[in-house]
């Protein structure tokens, strides 16, 4: 199994509708990302848990909202997605001391139509 | 705050040839600097990684990136290059604290037979 697993990989839906996407890691680390990929973008940082009860907005949290249900699990949700949030989004974690050397989910393709 | 800027959004070598892919930071405090290799339909995987210490870092699959303070700069560099280092390649800076990642828009690399 993968250290870090996001489900569904693929998904289609409506302008509007409500959805969640899921994060879940074997690593044993605190600490999960939220980023999503955009052509000619790179990677931006949507939200960060340090900790179960630590949750932060990072740079474009605009639109979407987190929960860390444990310390092995952080889901992404769009309460009402737009077109503009189509993208590639990506789960990550990281262990304390590394400085940002993350392990990535395989990532999760969302199109909003 | 800290940024990334990733000279060359495409590049191409052809087979054999060295590779040079370009990374210039902005940072207030001494950074962390790390590349990332993603594959097509994969996530992102670290290549290599510099925290403090030797400013010669080697990483894997023969890819090594050298940090000049002096020019703000953390080249990626291979050889020579084979086929099977098409992908995309991202240069990302953090202030070793937080740990949150800001990343590069990226480079992708083309190897021509």
């Known amino acids: 199994d993968a250290d870090v697993t996001q489900t569904p990989r693929n998904r289609i839906t409506k302008t509007g509708k409500r959805i969640m996407l899921e994060c879940s890691q074997t690593?044993?680390?605190?600490?999960m990302y939220w980023y999503r990929q955009d052509p000619g973008l790179g990677l931006r940082l949507i939200y960060y848990?340090?900790?179960?009860?630590?949750?932060n907005k990072g740079e474009i949290s605009d639109g979407y909202s987190v929960s860390r249900q444990a310390q092995a699990k952080f889901s992404l949700s769009l309460e009402s997605a737009i077109p503009n949030q189509t993208a590639l989004y990506f789960c990550?974690?990281?262990?304390?001391?590394?400085?940002?050397?993350?392990?990535f989910g395989s990532g999760t393709r969302l199109t909003v139509v | 705050a800290q940024s990334v800027t990733q000279l060359g959004s495409h590049v191409s070598v052809s087979e054999g040839a060295l590779v040079l892919l370009r990374c210039n930071y902005s940072?207030?405090?001494?950074?962390?600097l790390f590349w990332y290799v993603q594959y097509p339909n994969q996530g992102l995987q670290l290549l290599l990684k510099?925290?403090?210490?030797?400013?010669l870092v080697k990483g894997i699959n023969g890819f090594e990136a050298e940090f000049k303070k002096s020019e703000t700069s953390f080249h990626l560099t291979k050889p020579s290059a084979h086929m099977s280092d098409a992908a995309e390649y991202f240069c990302?800076?953090?202030?070793?604290?937080?740990?949150?990642?800001?990343f590069g828009t990226g480079t992708r690399l083309t190897i021509i037979p």
């Open positions: 990550a974690t990281s262990d304390p001391g590394q400085g940002g050397g993350y392990t």
């Open positions: 690593k044993g680390h605190d600490r």
């Open positions: 848990s340090f900790d179960v009860k630590d949750i």
């Open positions: 940072s207030s405090v001494p950074p962390y």
């Open positions: 510099y925290t403090t210490g030797a400013t």
């Open positions: 990302a800076v953090s202030d070793g604290r937080s740990e949150k990642l800001t």
